[in-house]
């Protein structure tokens, strides 16, 4: 789901969603990635960096990568 396509308003609500869902420093653990090229396996832990303009939720992951979970594409679920 591009969430750059959507209504203003109605990307705007997500936005504000996902930001207060996913502050910075905030522990998440990836649950599925959609990236043929990523190095980073189902389970890992990361600590979010931001979330930007496009939805994509930005990780540091305890592997090293940088890599940002996109919106509607990847999941992560918040470490309790």
């Known amino acids: 789901m591009d969430i750059m396509r959507m209504k203003k308003e109605d990307r705007g609500r997500i936005l504000k969603e996902l930001r207060d869902k996913y502050k910075k420093g905030t522990i998440v653990i990836l649950k599925k990635?959609?990236?043929p090229y990523s190095k980073i396996?189902?389970?890992t832990e990361?600590?979010?960096s931001s979330v930007d303009d496009a939805g994509t939720i930005?990780?540091?992951w305890k592997?090293?990568?940088n890599l940002g979970v996109v919106?509607?594409?990847d999941l992560v679920s918040i470490k309790e």
């Open 41 to 43: 396996p189902i389970g």
């Open 33 to 35: 990635m959609d990236d």
């Open 63 to 65: 592997n090293g990568s």
């Open 58 to 60: 930005h990780v540091r």
């Open 46 to 48: 990361g600590v979010v």
């Open 71 to 73: 919106y509607g594409e």
